[in-house]
Nanobody, 118 residues
Framework: QVQLVESGGGSVQAGGSVKLSCVVS????????MGWYRQPPGKERELVSF???????DYADSVKGRFTISQDNDKNTLFLQMNNLKTEDTAAYSC????????????WGQGTMVTVSS
């Protein structure tokens, strides 16, 4: 059973930075995609970024140039570096791992809250 445990959330002022970590167990890195989602208070969950098995990444337009996704295969850890944070980045952030023989099925962690104040 794949398990994902996020850490690094907290409160930060606008313009600040936060780095989220996600330790993943029972999962083979670099086989399928991994990513970060977020759910702002009272809104739907949305994709923030994902990284493919070849190391390339995509980002939501709202975070391009400010967020960077990366992974450490040796430590089974996924990261999300978030810079120049805005109040609209306030959300519960969850990491996710794609599973299945052909990928396509996503498992999520419990999430960690990031609150950005003005």
């Amino acid at each position: 059973q794949v398990q994902l445990v996020e850490s690094g959330g907290g409160s930060v002022q606008a313009g600040g930075s936060v780095k989220l970590s996600c330790v993943v167990s029972a999962y083979k890195f670099s086989r399928c995609r991994m990513g970060w989602y977020r759910q702002p208070p009272g809104k739907e969950r949305e994709l923030v970024s994902f990284i493919r098995s070849d190391g390339t990444a995509d980002y939501a337009d709202s975070v391009k140039g400010r967020f960077t996704i990366s992974q450490d295969n040796d430590k089974n850890t996924l990261f999300l570096q978030m810079n120049n944070l805005k109040t609209e980045d306030t959300a519960a952030y969850s990491c996710a791992a794609e599973v299945g023989a052909f990928c396509g099925l996503w498992h999520w962690g419990q999430g960690t809250m990031v609150t950005v104040s003005s």
